[in-house]
């Protein structure tokens, strides 16, 4: 099946620097890849999602890259600001009949210091 | 907006009960997913659902699991004979169309079993 590796575990950065996510998928059948943010207490709310056949896409201070033949793809925060604190999840998703089966990462923890 | 909303928020059982999960997905929507996540750890998948059927699902939902929507509006997950690895968060979620679609997430169920 699937693996998704994501790293790092856990982002520091100050106020209005910039924040890079990375993740590792295996299966090269994964076709769409959501990113999602998870405050306390929360579900995860997608952000920002990539399909296989875009390298790049970008929403105001959020970006996201795909390199399918080196299976990775990231997510860039620009300008961070301390409401960006949160788990971001990566996931890559095969799919499957007219459904689509995403495997999370472990999650990053951005910590964005005022 | 429309949401995906779950019940209860927090499920404290005996080890052995049966409990039952239950979602509210988001009204047009077509395809249903239950997904956990144990205390920081990842999210992980569990089971689709769609056309009243189980359209894929993971080597977790094994015997123990079961998933039914009863009335046309309900999408619920029932747990027979819980055990304490069972205690969780759970996370209803649906999406409008299938692959490659946005999923919005509920905000979870904790569930504890003691």
């Known amino acids: 099946g699937e693996n998704v590796e994501q790293h790092p575990s856990t982002l520091s950065v100050q106020e209005g620097d910039s924040a890079v996510i990375k993740c590792t998928y295996s299966d090269s059948a994964s076709n769409y890849f959501p990113w999602y943010k998870q405050e306390l207490g929360k579900g995860p709310q997608l952000i920002i999602d990539i399909r296989s056949n875009v390298g790049e896409k970008k929403d105001q201070r959020i970006a996201v890259t795909l390199n399918k033949t080196a299976k990775h793809f990231s997510l860039h925060i620009t300008e961070t600001q301390p409401e960006d604190s949160a788990v971001y999840f990566c996931a890559a998703s095969i799919p499957s009949g007219g459904s689509y089966i995403p495997t999370f990462g472990r999650g990053t923890s951005l910590i964005v210091h005022p | 907006e429309p949401e995906v909303t779950q019940t209860p928020s927090h499920q404290v059982t005996q080890m052995g009960q049966e409990v039952i999960l239950r979602c509210v997905p988001i009204s047009n929507h077509l395809y249903f997913y239950w997904y956990r996540q144990i205390l920081g750890q990842k999210v992980e998948f569990l089971v689709s659902?769609?056309?009243?059927?189980?359209?894929?699902k993971s080597e977790i939902f094994d015997d123990q699991f079961s998933v039914e929507r009863p009335d046309g509006s309900n999408f619920t997950l029932k747990i027979r004979s819980t055990k304490l690895e069972d205690s969780a968060m759970y996370f209803c979620?649906?999406?409008?169309?299938?692959?490659?679609?946005?999923?919005?997430f509920g905000q979870g169920t904790r569930l504890t079993v003691v």
């Open positions: 659902f769609y056309n009243n059927e189980i359209s894929e």
């Open positions: 979620a649906s999406s409008e169309a299938g692959h490659d679609t946005e999923a919005f």
